[in-house]
């Protein structure tokens, strides 16, 4: 996410594009709306690409007949507060894991938008969450901020 978002804006900023696109009609609205949610469905896209990979090992270990038994049924949920079918379960999952990627996207055109080129927007959204990550580890009471135990949406168990 951070390799293919880091330049949405920097580039254009490190090209003195930014005001010649601010300046034109449609650079002022549509491009201002059309680049967030050009972000949100690329995250969209990796977070469909993350949940498929577990879809397959889920597929492959336990099997597509009993995707309507309740997700209680099995032994590592049986914990879970929502009565809801295996498959809810997964679709619940893929929300989580989308909303999630989108946030982290939107972060990292956010950092791009105030970088001056975008080696530094990469170097900056790099760093912040590695500074996340290392906070998660040094407190185990922040582990919610951790961004891959987020994107695992481990959360859910």
Do not use: W
């Not at 709306?33 to 879809?55: D, E, N, R, W, Y």
């Not at 397959?56 to 209680?72: K, T, W």
């Not at 582990?143 to 168990?157: G, Q, V």
């Amino acid at each position: 996410i951070i390799g293919s978002i880091s330049g949405i804006y920097a580039y254009e900023k490190q090209n003195h594009m930014n005001q010649l696109i601010q300046s034109s009609y449609r650079g002022r609205l549509i491009t201002q709306i059309g680049k967030p949610i050009i972000v949100a469905c690329f995250c969209a896209l990796i977070a469909t690409a993350i949940h498929m990979v577990q879809m397959i090992h889920v597929g492959s270990s336990l099997g597509f007949n009993d995707l309507g038994a309740p997700i209680q049924s099995l032994a590592f949920m049986r914990g879970f507060p929502l009565y809801i079918s295996i498959a809810g379960y997964l679709v619940l999952l893929f929300g989580v894991r989308a909303l999630i990627a989108i946030g982290f996207g939107l972060l990292v055109a956010l950092i791009s938008k105030y970088s001056a080129n975008k080696f530094t927007a990469m170097g900056l959204s790099v760093f912040f969450f590695m500074v996340l990550f290392a906070l998660s580890a040094l407190i185990p009471k922040l582990e919610f901020l951790n961004p891959i135990y987020l994107l695992s949406a481990d959360f859910l168990r």
